[in-house]
């Protein structure tokens, strides 16, 4: 099978899906890899490094069009799909639950699209696959960093002869994976860190860091389906808001984690908790997109400034801030997905297999991830007989 890596065109996109010691698994395993020239180079990974460990190094016309497979970071941009052929595989972090059109596209390519960002987190044998968890162990990282260095005093408590400088206080809200992150990196650099999660179970992680966990008494537990947090109604959401707007205002550093996947991220910093907010604080939100943000009036890929003095970060893409680091981490995702789809050397697809059936979006010119399928109409007979009880 040839698998080709290819030039990320998303701007600020600097990750590659493969490193040079994933060329080195794959060549081993029987694959050939194609690399597109420069492929790594915002990775400051050289083509050299890529035809020592096996690849070749090509144009991108020429990747395209003699791959077997293709590995990307993002989604494709147009030019690429109009490239491709029918029966090719395209995987990556395709997130075609917030671009409807893509999986069609895709589709009508006739190629077999998969997305790591739809593996199903509760099946253990895709932990090795899950680059979602991956990405936000180095965004947390990253965030923590961000808000160190923004933020106009010591993370620390220092004691010195021109005097005592107290601890900063950090609040993370959100506890998954980037947040856990977020919390440890923060506690490591020093600081006095609280924590806020729907889930309560998350409680026992956030305090084996060392962080105190805030248990809100407006909002009950929620919990769901496959340890994530389900969507809370409007009235909860207006109560959480209230009640975490004192909370906030007592901190010096905020990191926002809540993302949703396809759907605008849930506001949870809002206008009048940032007015509450003391001059000098500092708020990372790492869930600005597109779509909205974690906090009111963020932007993604900018650092804005409120009137009261509140520095917001957007920091919606931080793997990519840390490519190198990054890049490593998702070439051994995609390369053990690649090669769990893989047998004999051929795509071998099997529907009925629960892990495949979460990744696959469209397959044999057609959409086939359930997320993505209109909602079936209801059959006319059936509603008159129920109106009829």
Do not use: C
């Not at 856990?180 to 490591?188: E, K, N, P, S, V």
């Not at 248990?215 to 340890?227: E, I, M, R």
């Not at 932007?299 to 801030?321: C, D, F, K, Q, Y």
Request: proline fraction near 6%; charged fraction near 15%; avoid cysteine.
């Amino acid at each position: 099978m040839k698998v080709a890596v290819v030039r990320e065109t998303a701007p600020g996109e600097r990750r590659v899906a493969l490193v040079p010691e994933a060329v080195v698994k794959l060549r081993a395993a029987g694959y050939e890899v194609l690399l597109e020239s420069g492929a790594g180079a915002g990775a400051w990974l050289a083509d050299d490094s890529y035809a020592a460990a096996g690849a070749s190094i090509v144009s991108r016309a020429d990747a395209l069009a003699r791959a077997d497979a293709i590995l990307l970071v993002g989604r494709p941009d147009d030019a690429m799909i109009g490239a491709l052929h029918k029966g090719q595989l395209v995987l990556g972090l395709l997130a075609p639950r917030t671009d409807p059109d893509l999986a069609a596209a895709l589709a009508q390519a006739g190629v077999t699209a998969v997305s790591l960002d739809m593996i199903p987190r509760t099946i253990p044998r895709a932990q090795p696959m899950d680059a979602l968890s991956s990405q936000a162990n180095i965004a947390g990282y990253k965030a923590a960093l961000l808000g160190a260095a923004a933020f106009g005093r010591f993370f620390p408590l220092l004691i010195t002869a021109a005097g005592t400088a107290r601890p900063a206080k950090v609040l993370v809200l959100g506890t998954g994976v980037a947040g856990l992150q977020a919390i440890g990196t923060a506690r490591r650099l020093g600081a006095v860190v609280s924590a806020y999660d729907v889930r309560p179970e998350t409680r026992t992680e956030v305090e084996s860091l060392g962080g105190t966990f805030i248990q809100l008494t407006s909002v009950g537990p929620a919990s769901g389906a496959g340890g994530y947090a389900r969507d809370l109604t409007p009235a909860e959401r207006q109560a959480q808001q209230d009640e975490l707007t004192g909370h906030i205002a007592a901190h010096d550093v905020v990191i926002t984690t809540a993302q949703v996947p396809g759907r605008r991220p849930p506001l949870l910093i809002t206008a009048q908790a940032l007015a509450a907010m003391t001059a000098g604080a500092v708020i990372v939100d790492m869930g600005a997109s597109e779509l909205g943000g974690n906090v009111a009036g963020s932007v993604p890929g900018e650092t804005v400034v409120t009137a009261n003095g509140v520095t917001i970060i957007g920091a919606g893409n931080l793997p990519s801030t840390m490519p190198t680091a990054a890049s490593a981490m998702y070439a051994r995702n995609i390369s053990t997905l690649l090669q769990y789809l893989v047998t004999d050397g051929a795509l071998a697809i099997d529907r009925e297999d629960d892990l495949q059936a979460g990744v696959l979006i469209t397959h044999d010119g057609q959409v086939v991830h359930p997320a993505l399928l209109p909602e079936p109409e209801a059959d006319p007979e059936s509603v008159r007989s129920e109106s009829a009880r």
